[in-house]
Every structure is written in structure tokens, then in C-alpha cells.
């Protein structure tokens, strides 16, 4: 139900192991306008887009560095954001008008199958009003997000409680 949300440019929340995110489909710049509608956030602050497998990333940046697929390969799926030069698939509004995105794989069990499900790369930043802080449990989405979003996946506490690192390539 959740994957077919997204499909359907929706937002949710899902769980990761930094903290919960505020998902929709990274393709779809009217569903990524909700996130930034859902949070009250500047539309100049870009998301993270969130990957279940390593061979989406080749559709989402205009080239990988060698030195950024072995960071992929010891840190994925895990907190690391790596930032390339965007494709042109990803929509001006993902990357608040950057040539530049971010790009990571959760290791929560529960975003990767949201991710798989979905069949499109998540775009999300965390799942807290702007200026709030992070949500770590899914009751904090809920105080924060009920009634702003269709759906809150629960996938109980996030092990890390802080966001990715970010790394720019």
C-alpha cells in the first residue's frame, strides 16, 4: 500500500537507521513539492534521494567517480549520502536547483523494501516539521506529520538517531 502511494505521487514515512524520512518518488517533482508542503520547508533546501540498489545510482548522476563506487561498496547500505552531478532524470526541485544530488542506500529492512516495491528511487529529507527535531520513532512523525500525510510506516526505532554523513564527490 505504501509502494503504491509513492507510485501514485504520494508522500510517506518510512523508517531508516538514521532517522525516519519523508518519502516520495524522486522522478516526480509534483510529489516532491508535497514533502516540501508536508514540512513547511524552504524550497531551497535539497533532499537525499534514497536507493535500494546500487544499479539505480547510474540513472540518477551524470557519471560516478571509481573512488565513490568504493565508498558504495563499504558504506552501502548504511549512513552515507554521496553527492555527484545529478542526471537529468531528477527533477530541479529534488536538488532545489543544484546540478548536484545526493544520493544513499538505507540499511533499514523497511525502507529498502519501500524503495524495492515502489520501482522509483525516494527522494527524502527527515520526517519532522522544518526546524524541528529529527524523528527517531514513529510516534514523532505522528506528532508532527498527522493528518499532513497519507500514510506512517512504523518500523520501531531508528538505531542511529542522527542524520547521514555527507559526502561531496
Given at each position: 500500500e505504501?509502494?503504491?502511494?509513492?507510485r501514485?505521487?504520494?508522500?510517506?514515512?518510512?523508517p531508516?537507521?538514521?532517522?525516519?524520512g519523508l518519502?516520495?518518488?524522486?522522478?516526480?517533482?509534483?510529489?516532491?513539492?508535497k514533502?516540501f508542503?508536508?514540512?513547511?520547508?524552504p524550497?531551497?533546501?535539497?533532499?537525499?534521494?534514497?536507493?535500494?540498489d546500487?544499479?539505480?545510482?547510474?540513472?540518477l548522476?551524470?557519471?560516478i567517480?571509481?573512488?565513490?563506487?568504493?565508498l558504495?561498496?563499504?558504506?552501502w547500505?548504511?549512513?552515507?549520502?554521496?553527492i555527484?552531478?545529478?542526471?537529468?532524470?531528477?527533477?530541479m526541485?529534488?536538488?532545489?536547483?543544484?546540478?548536484?544530488?545526493?544520493?544513499?542506500?538505507?540499511?533499514?529492512?523497511?525502507?529498502?523494501k519501500?524503495i524495492?516495491?515502489?520501482?522509483?528511487?525516494?527522494?527524502?529529507p527527515s520526517?519532522?516539521i522544518?526546524?524541528?527535531p529529527?524523528?527517531t520513532?514513529a510516534?514523532?512523525?505522528?506528532?508532527?506529520?498527522?493528518g499532513?500525510?497519507?500514510?506512517?510506516?512504523?518500523?520501531g526505532?531508528?538505531?542511529v538517531?542522527v542524520?547521514?554523513?555527507?559526502?561531496?564527490?
Amino acid at each position: 500500500e505504501a509502494a503504491q502511494l509513492i507510485r501514485n505521487g504520494e508522500v510517506v514515512a518510512f523508517p531508516t537507521e538514521t532517522v525516519y524520512g519523508l518519502g516520495a518518488n524522486a522522478l516526480d517533482a509534483q510529489a516532491v513539492k508535497k514533502i516540501f508542503q508536508a514540512k513547511g520547508r524552504p524550497g531551497d533546501n535539497p533532499l537525499i534521494v534514497h536507493i535500494h540498489d546500487i544499479s539505480q545510482w547510474h540513472k540518477l548522476a551524470e557519471y560516478i567517480p571509481k573512488k565513490a563506487f568504493l565508498l558504495a561498496e563499504r558504506f552501502w547500505p548504511g549512513p552515507l549520502t554521496i553527492i555527484l552531478n545529478k542526471s537529468k532524470l531528477i527533477p530541479m526541485e529534488v536538488t532545489a536547483g543544484l546540478d548536484t544530488v545526493g544520493v544513499r542506500m538505507p540499511a533499514h529492512p523497511v525502507a529498502l523494501k519501500l524503495i524495492s516495491v515502489s520501482k522509483v528511487p525516494i527522494a527524502a529529507p527527515s520526517a519532522n516539521i522544518s526546524g524541528r527535531p529529527s524523528p527517531t520513532l514513529a510516534q514523532h512523525v505522528i506528532e508532527d506529520m498527522d493528518g499532513r500525510i497519507p500514510m506512517i510506516l512504523d518500523g520501531g526505532k531508528s538505531d542511529v538517531g542522527v542524520e547521514s554523513t555527507v559526502l561531496d564527490m
